[in-house]
């Protein structure tokens, strides 16, 4: 189950037999029930038991207290989305169960980015821009490859800020098509020069992108009741508009989708599902029971 310098931080392997354990590790507290080679049903690891860990408390703390404490080889049930999350480095980590996510958030860097950003209200200027790049990024690829070079994107394109991207010219698009920590698209990087230059532009007919992106949804979130994550739209009415009015406006990679990608992620819709926290948190109307 776990390599021999860890068996007694973490108390999994050190009897025979069927029992259960409590393990302390920082603020949060972990039963571990070890399964005899007859009851469990599972995939050993060249041991003759399987842990199955359940967190009792949640905590963020938790991965960072049980690193490597479950063996690479060992196989643990994942269960549905609401009992527990797991991320997907080696070896295989559990995260503290809570009332079910959005099912999309199952692995890092997606549960860090679900919890703490994706839905938040952002009214900066230079982070709404940084978002418009991002969301164009991933066209044709998932978010979790945009999120893993997020901070790849950033050192590569000055911290997204638009007055230093406009003057970008051969040799900085030579450098960023060499660059394996971004997506080297020479459409998708171009745009992103093309799109500072629109950027500044409109800054100077607006009073701030803040407010322009925001007139598309009256200025305040549009709360959503979705029950299933088949309830979502991949656009509405809104993001229409706003693809239309940044085409106009001399934006690319801005179509319809990635617009309402865009307004989800800074709150502009609140579409976390009815049945996840945030959904509540970020001033959704509480689920209905």
Not at 222 to 243: G, H, L, Y
Request: hydrophobic share 40%; proline share 4%.
């Amino acid at each position: 189950m776990c390599l021999p310098s860890q068996a007694s931080a973490c108390g999994v392997c050190a009897d025979e037999g069927s029992r259960s354990r409590s393990v302390i590790a920082g603020s949060f507290t972990l039963r571990i029930k070890i399964h005899s080679r007859r009851e469990s049903r599972k995939k050993r690891c060249s041991g003759s038991r399987v842990g199955c860990i359940s967190a009792i408390r949640p905590s963020n703390e938790l991965c960072k207290g049980l690193a490597d404490c479950v063996c690479p080889n060992e196989s643990i049930s994942h269960g549905s989305v609401a009992r527990r999350f797991f991320c997907s480095a080696q070896p295989l980590i559990a995260h503290a169960p809570r009332v079910p996510r959005c099912p999309w958030a199952t692995t890092e860097p997606a549960i860090a980015y679900h919890d703490e950003e994706w839905g938040v209200p952002v009214h900066d200027d230079r982070m709404l821009f940084e978002f418009l790049i991002l969301e164009g990024a991933q066209a044709g690829l998932s978010w979790i490859t945009i999120l893993k070079k997020r901070n790849n994107y950033r050192k590569a394109f000055d911290g997204f800020r638009a007055e230093k991207i406009a003057r970008y010219g051969a040799r900085e698009m030579k450098r960023l098509l060499s660059d394996a920590g971004i997506i080297r698209n020479r459409l998708k990087i171009a745009a992103t020069i093309s799109n500072a230059k629109a950027f500044l532009a409109l800054l100077e007919e607006m009073e701030s992108f803040d407010a322009y992106l925001w007139s598309f949804v009256g200025g305040k979130p549009i709360q959503n009741q979705w029950r299933s994550m088949t309830d979502v739209p991949a656009r509405t009415k809104e993001s229409d508009a706003m693809s239309r009015n940044l085409l106009r406006q001399g934006f690319k990679f801005v179509g319809s989708t990635i617009c309402y990608a865009l307004m989800q992620a800074t709150g502009m819709v609140n579409d976390h599902l009815v049945t996840c926290p945030r959904h509540a948190e970020l001033g959704g109307a509480p689920r209905r029971k």
